[in-house]
């Protein structure tokens, strides 16, 4: 369905806003309150996402919260782009701000990379799958997740660009200097070799 040239702007913000408001749900808080498990935010590195869930034990927990986090990003992009095709990257990088400065948590949240790797994964399936494979093999390797999360980011833009998907390799940029920025004090710590590896409480 093709966008009236006048109402382009109007529903590009409902995309972003919607999007925005999805990726804002704080699934990892919502599951390890729901378990019993109290606070995300006071346990390990203090983050939403599934690797500080993981850091409570809960396996279940934390591979649910990944799947969620994922998914969010993902659905964004696939119901914009069913409703009207070319807005799933606005819906898209609206959920990732959404996980980033969640309306729920006073504009604080997580660190958005299993959001960014959703959102990547429906807007071009072989650069979302680049991201997640370069993360799976960074973590096999160095056990570290942030690290990994670091790589997958930069794996997006690369492969958008191999791929010639330029507006994609543009937001692509844009949400991985975010992410890197959201990741500012896990590098110092990579720099300094005290990065925790991952599961470890």
């Not at 500080?52 to 919260?65: D, E, I, M, Y």
Request: aromatic share 10%; with cysteine.
């Amino acid at each position: 369905m093709n966008i009236m040239p006048e109402y382009a702007l109007y529903y590009i913000f409902v995309a972003a806003f919607v999007g925005y408001l999805l990726g804002s749900i704080p699934f990892g808080l919502v599951l390890t309150r729901m378990a019993g498990l109290g606070d995300i935010r006071k346990i390990g590195s203090g983050n939403i996402g599934a690797t500080n869930v993981l850091r409570t034990g809960n396996k279940f927990l934390a591979l649910l919260t990944l799947l969620l986090d994922i998914g969010k990003g993902a659905i964004a992009v696939l119901i914009a782009e069913f409703l009207y095709p070319g807005l799933g990257i606005y819906a898209g990088s609206g959920a990732f701000l959404g996980h980033l400065y969640s309306i729920f948590l006073k504009f604080t949240g997580g660190k958005g990379v299993a959001t960014f790797l959703g959102l990547m994964l429906a807007l071009n399936p072989i650069v979302g799958l680049t991201s997640i494979l370069s993360w799976l093999i960074t973590a096999a390797i160095f056990r570290i997740s942030s690290l990994s999360a670091l790589v997958a980011a930069i794996a997006s833009p690369i492969a958008s660009l191999y791929l010639q998907q330029n507006k994609l390799a543009i937001v692509a940029i844009l949400l991985c200097i975010l992410i890197f920025i959201k990741h500012k004090d896990n590098i110092k710590r990579i720099i300094n070799g005290d990065e925790p590896k991952i599961g470890k409480k």
